[in-house]
């Protein structure tokens, strides 16, 4: 199956979960620092376990830049 993660055309299997596609691109969640939109829509945290992703689905994931 084939989404589009922050404008990059990636293939995955299919009934893949937020949170397992977060899990295959080593993004850790730990201190909740992530935000994921499907579609222009923000998923809550909650459901990225539950939301299995869909054939071209638009995934955004923001996480916040460190610095000083």
């Known amino acids: 199956m084939n989404i589009t993660v922050n404008n ?4 995955i299997e299919s009934a893949f979960s937020i949170a397992q596609l ?19 829509e923000i998923i809550s945290k909650d459901l990225w376990e539950q939301h299995a992703l869909s054939e ?3 995934v955004t994931i923001v996480a916040p830049a460190q610095g000083g």
């Open 8 to 11: 990059k055309s990636i293939s």
């Open 22 to 40: 977060l899990e295959q691109m080593n993004i850790s969640v730990a201190r909740g620092t992530v935000a994921v939109a499907i579609n222009d």
């Open 56 to 58: 071209n689905d638009h």
